[in-house]
């Protein structure tokens, strides 16, 4: 297992586009997160599965954004209509359980220009 | 009010000096575990160290320790012996919550400390 993939690791869109994100974490780990982190700060909770329900969203997650995992596997998020503060870092973490080990991905940079 | 905060926005240690990274946190749990992360400038957020509320023992992990101290909660990671690849962002992050199927027990990070390895 090569740990949690996310997939592009750039992205360069126009205000108004849609863009979407993937994640894939470690096959055992039934948790997923994504965070969202700008530029000179942590990372900050957008929202949460187990195995393939979506049972937690921040605040942060407006209309416009959303997440799915099919199957429980892989996950996505999508922004649609992106506006320059959606210019961030999104990061895909997995874990068992929420314990101990919550493992990260290398993170999508979009820049919405 | 803020969960995690980190007051050293900054910090410069020399090589092959200790440094030590404050971190103090807020929380109404019994139940809690204490994280420290690593960003360097490509982006990925690496795990370092670990501790638990119920932990008794200080947690350490080769160069890394974390000073523990609960009643003042405070999580100070101690780097001993830096090296010029320790230079990079690093965040303490703290996980709530009951461990219950439905419980996200995320992850929240404070705003992070820019670390500088000089030779």
């Known amino acids: 297992d090569t740990g949690v993939s996310q997939d592009p690791r750039h992205k360069i869109t126009k205000r108004g586009q849609n863009v979407t994100f993937r994640c894939d974490p470690i096959?055992?780990?039934?948790?997923l997160y994504w965070y969202r982190q700008t530029l000179g700060q942590g990372p900050e909770f957008l929202t949460y599965f187990q195995n393939e329900a979506q049972l937690e969203k921040s605040r942060l997650l407006s209309d416009r954004f959303s997440a799915e995992r099919p199957k429980g596997s892989f996950s996505t998020l999508e922004i649609q209509r992106t506006e320059q503060g959606d210019s961030a870092m999104y990061l895909c973490?997995?874990?068992?359980?929420?314990?101990?080990?919550?493992?990260f991905g290398s993170g999508t940079r979009l820049t919405v220009v | 009010a803020q969960k995690i905060t980190q007051t050293q926005p900054g910090m410069f240690v020399q090589e092959k000096e200790a440094v030590t990274l404050d971190c103090t946190y807020d929380t109404s749990d019994q139940s809690y575990g204490l994280f420290w992360y690593k960003q360097p400038s490509s982006g990925e957020m690496i795990f370092l160290i670990y501790?638990?509320?119920?932990?008794?023992q200080n947690a350490t992990e080769g160069r890394y320790s974390l000073n523990f101290q609960k009643a003042r909660k405070s999580a100070n990671l101690v780097i001993s012996a830096s090296q010029l690849g320790d230079s990079a962002m690093y965040f303490c992050a703290m996980r709530e919550g009951r461990r219950s199927s439905g419980s996200a027990r995320q992850l929240t990070f404070g705003s992070g400390t820019q670390l500088t390895v000089l030779p």
């Open positions: 096959s055992e780990h039934n948790r």
């Open positions: 501790q638990g509320s119920y932990d008794e």
């Open positions: 973490a997995s874990s068992l359980m929420g314990d101990y080990g919550y493992t």
